[in-house]
């Protein structure tokens, strides 16, 4: 028999990377920028509530080497956004090569209170779910921009010292956004990534990773690339199944006869102490 898994697997991860993931948000509208450049090391956060900003703009340079940035942001939910879910969107130009070691950031209310951290992985923060439309939106990021120490491995880097990491800036700012959550969307991104991540911890010759595999390429088969949110719908009781959506039998059953247990580190540091971070509910 043909053994076509390999090239299924491919094509999954290119439909969840190109496709499914960039219809997470379904509208998005600039925040006005400004930023502040801290001469030195971080201060405290009535310091940087007093500072003199400047204009920004999304695409210009940022951040050499250990130091930081903050920017004000503001901004109005559009009055269409009306009864969606909104949040404010923070990419400070991070690489997408992993969850960490790189930039990371902190956002403030304009009373200087903490809400949430972003990270390359992690970089929502929310406003308003539902919204009423109109609301104002003014916010404050805190931005470490911490280079890549690890990007050649173990070995000596000049980035591990302001002495020697140099004074050119290592990021480029990528978006401050409002943004719109489309839950469908994001609920089938979730689907795929457990069950993906799932059946890359299975043996080849288990076939709980193969009923997977032809679970996730029937949800490929039948999602519209043009229409992710409409055909990423858990179906009713009389519609013919479209997506590995979470009541479906791929995503609930069990792995066999055992159990398996995963385990989430997590450590704080930038100075600060971590910030309570809303989690987004798929429910």
């Not at 980035?159 to 959550?181: N, W």
Request: hydrophobic residues 40%.
């Amino acid at each position: 028999m043909h053994d076509d898994r390999l090239h299924v697997e491919r094509r999954i991860d290119r439909l969840y990377r190109e496709r499914i993931l960039p219809a997470k948000y379904a509208a998005r509208v600039p925040l006005a920028v400004e930023v502040w450049y801290v001469p030195d090391e971080p201060v405290p956060v009535p310091e940087a509530l007093e500072a003199e900003y400047r204009p920004a703009t999304v695409g210009e340079p940022w951040g050499t080497p250990w130091s930081t940035a903050w920017f004000r942001v503001r901004g109005t939910v559009p009055e269409q956004w009306a009864g969606r879910r909104v949040e404010a969107v923070f990419d400070l130009g991070f690489s997408g090569a992993g969850p960490g070691f790189q930039a990371e950031g902190l956002v403030y209310d304009t009373g200087g209170r903490p809400i949430k951290g972003v990270a390359p992985r992690n970089t929502y923060v929310p406003i308003a779910n539902p919204a009423e439309g109109g609301e104002e939106v003014s916010l404050l990021v805190e931005a470490a921009a911490n280079p890549d120490v690890m990007v050649h491995g173990f070995r000596p880097t000049h980035l591990g010292d302001k002495a020697t990491a140099g004074r050119e800036p290592l990021y480029r700012l990528a978006a401050m956004d409002l943004a719109v959550l489309d839950e469908q969307a994001w609920h089938l991104a979730l689907d795929i990534e457990v069950l993906a991540g799932l059946m890359a911890e299975l043996s080849t010759s288990d076939p709980r990773r193969h009923e997977i595999l032809r679970a996730l390429e029937r949800m490929a088969d039948a999602i519209d690339v043009q229409d992710i949110a409409g055909t990423a719908a858990a179906p009713g009781p009389s519609s013919p199944p479209r997506s590995p959506a979470p009541r479906t039998p791929a995503r609930t059953r069990s792995t066999r006869s055992g159990t398996r247990t995963s385990t989430a580190p997590g450590c704080g540091h930038n100075g600060r102490p971590f910030a309570s971070r809303p989690a987004r509910s798929p429910t």
